[in-house]
């Protein structure tokens, strides 16, 4: 019976992750994973109440949906529902925090968030866009 809870568990994690567009790699990377870890947790694995938290934040959605399906007050940025899940709230700590996030400002994290919300064929061509400006103004003499 517990694997049978977990595998919903499971693809409800896979099916809110494709919802929103994003990569496995993406969803470990901000969660404090390897890609492999994440991608063998979210196949079989067995996930941890702080994974279930951190992974609620980052799918926008919340962990009564995660652990028993419960669909009331998911966060949809598109259809603009109501929630009790706000951007204004501070998100928890993860597993492993990069110290970057310490100093990051407010204008970064608008622009993190309005990312996160892009389809991911697009968000590659934004970190594309990024990445010839980078290259271009910070080339080495």
């Given at each position: 019976m517990a694997k049978i809870v977990e595998k919903e568990i499971n693809r409800r994690v896979r099916e809110r992750r494709e919802e929103l567009g994003y990569t496995q790699k993406e969803v470990a990377e901000l969660i404090g994973m390897k890609q492999n870890a994440y991608s063998q947790m979210e196949k079989e694995g067995n996930i941890s109440a702080?994974?279930?938290?951190?992974?609620?934040?980052?799918?926008?959605?919340?962990?009564?949906?995660?652990?028993?399906?419960?669909?009331?007050?998911?966060?949809?940025?598109?259809?603009?529902?109501?929630?009790?899940?706000?951007?204004?709230?501070?998100?928890p700590k993860f597993d492993a925090v990069d110290p970057l996030i310490e100093t990051i400002t407010n204008r970064e994290k608008n622009a993190i968030k309005m990312l996160r919300n892009i389809k991911q064929e697009d968000r590659e061509e934004v970190y594309r866009i990024i990445k010839e400006f980078h290259d271009k103004k910070f080339k080495k003499a």
């Open positions: 702080q994974r279930i938290m951190n992974l609620a934040v980052v799918l926008k959605t919340t962990t009564q949906y995660l652990l028993y399906g419960n669909k009331e007050n998911i966060f949809d940025i598109q259809a603009g529902a109501k929630t009790n899940l706000t951007f204004n709230e501070p998100a």
